[in-house]
């Protein structure tokens, strides 16, 4: 069998056996309380969410401003706002954040090994507008931060930002149509528009297990790395780790990229794994300078398209040659190859399956090529369609399994509890010194709880309220109530495996709008109920078609982690089709130049 699809196929038993498997292991794994399993950093476990990379904020004079657009949020999609503003001549905006610096994400997560997870010619933004070149195919994340760091340089957005700055209230006045914005440094700001993003993986999320808070040892978050404990950077040399034993709690992609550098150097480490992640190959290396520097003018937006295109199930000619493009290949080639009057839906789901299944036994058999234990190597082979999860790709994570030093435990019926001084699974104690909770983001919960304060829109509507069950927007950038407000971000919208460039087609649209506004003299823009509702039944039609796939996963923020009803969220309430008929959708909508869907004022 290989990746492309050219194998004999697998029989029909082989299949039901798989689909049994599949719902076995699915079932072991579900919980109950879906996203309510989790507990988030605040309260007792605020500290979970400190900033371990700024000092304490420095004291600056509250600004009072009153400026055309706010831009909320400075990682990538900040960034690529505040770019595309400077770059269609709105310059009067401000940018808020949290973080004590720009990279969102990759200010964040400096996690030992982090690294970008598609191709990073297509996922750093802005490659030709600078002439970046990126060092390595899967580039570092100590790069990808200090490239957001030259991309403030560039487009001037250090000037425009204020760093380690909360928002402290938000509301619509209706007299003077300005969004008029408190911050916690007493900041007073009056917006003609606002674009907000609750972020994406920035907000750690811990696992509801008992005796959490009782731990002695060191405990942190992936996302939130005590370098000071551990020693070294988000690019290894954990040298203080040598006579430690570190226990990690996930095996998510995160896990992915850390555990290889904690098994370099760690006494002892023990995994604790509820669901393994299908591992294909990474396949990373030094950018080909020669090829780099002979692509033509445009080559960086084509080629972030191709890839969308091919990941939405196009068959194109893509350039990127990968892990994830290998696979969608393959899905497509299984339908291309059915004779044209056997192509049913039906039938397509029918080869699409197959084809994922005989992908998946082939991830599974990388395993054995790497772990020499067999009860190590079974435990490590993911049972379920590959799109149930983000699937990862790593050329050292299953080798580490292979070092006497790493334990692999599993725990996919869950965790007793945690105590004083380690985790007790199935009765046994595994003592630790440090506990690592590689246990993901906030992503299942209300936009409002996920952003960490409320936007109090037109007639004092609040979006906890109108979002209480779930997002209600017109494509996902606009809502009724809260006018010149753009909700950036995994919002009802078209979704990219690449996010920035989902980011950058948020960011061309917005600036768009606003340029419209400002050459017009026009005061507000805003959805109308018409567009919301049928843009609602849009997404509650593809919402009923995903089910059935959804419901066969096994459970993870993809599915409201089992919970496949529970819409609370963003990503459970988004809009699921090929992102590139979404992109292509705005892109005649711009250029009608009607403003189909919004009143503008
Ligand atoms: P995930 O949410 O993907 O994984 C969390 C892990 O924690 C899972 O293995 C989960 O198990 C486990 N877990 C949660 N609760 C428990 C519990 N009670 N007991 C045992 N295990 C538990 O988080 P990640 O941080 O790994 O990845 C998040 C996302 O970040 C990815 O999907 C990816 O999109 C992105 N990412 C991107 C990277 C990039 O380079 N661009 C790199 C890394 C991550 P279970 O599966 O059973 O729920």
Known sequence: MSLDGSSKSMASADMDAIRAKYEAERLKRLRPAGTDQYTFAEGKFARFADDPYSPEAPDRAPISAEIDVLVIGAGIGGIQLGATLRQNGIDDFIMVDVAGDFGGTWYWNRYPGIRCDVESYIYLPFLEETGYVPTERYTRGSEILAYCQQLGRHFGLYERALFQTKIAGIHWDEVSARWVVKTNRGDLLRTRFVSTQSGIFSRPQLPGIPGIDEFEGESFHSA????????????????????????????????????????????????????????????????????????????????IKSFNALSNGELVDCPVDDGW??????????????????????????????????????????????????????????????????????????????????KLVDVSTGIERITKSGLIVDGQEYPLDCLIFSTGFELGTTWAHQAGYDVIGRDGLRLSDKWAEGLRTYHGLFSKGFPNMFFMGLTQTGITINVPHMLQEQAD????????????????????????????????AVAEARRPFLESCTPGYYNAEGKVGDRRSAIGSGWYLPSTQFFQMWADWREKGEFEGLVLT
């Not at 998510?252 to 190959?281: D, H, I, K």
């Not at 490590?380 to 080798?399: I, N, V």
Request: net charge negative; aromatic share 10%; with cysteine.
């Open 224 to 303: 939130r790395w005590n370098f000071n404990y551990t020693g070294g950077n988000s690019d290894g040399g954990l040298d203080r780790l040598g006579d430690k034993r570190v226990g990690v709690i996930g095996t998510g992609t995160t896990a992915l990229q850390v555990v290889p550098e904690l098994a370099a150097v760690a006494r002892e480490l023990t995994v604790f794994q509820r669901t393994p992640t299908a591992v294909g190959v990474r396949d990373n290396g030094p950018t080909n300078l020669s090829w780099f520097n002979s692509q033509p003018a445009g080559w960086h937006r084509a080629r």
């Open 509 to 540: 649209h917005i600036s768009f709008i606003v340029r419209h506004c400002l050459d017009n003299g026009l005061t507000s823009v805003e959805a109308t109920d018409d567009a919301e509702e049928d843009w609602q039944g849009a997404i509650d």
């Open 325 to 406: 493009a290998r696979f969608f290949r393959k899905m497509i080639n299984s339908v291309v190859s059915l004779a044209p009057e056997e192509i049913t839906p039906a039938s397509a789901e029918a080869a699409q399956e197959r084809a994922d299944f005989e992908y998946n036994e082939e991830v599974r058999s990388r395993v054995d090529e790497y772990v020499s234990d067999p009860r190590k190597a079974d435990l490590l082979k993911a049972y379920y369609r590959t799109m149930c999860k983000r699937p990862g790709f790593s050329d050292h994570y299953l080798q580490a399994f292979d070092q006497d030093n790493v």
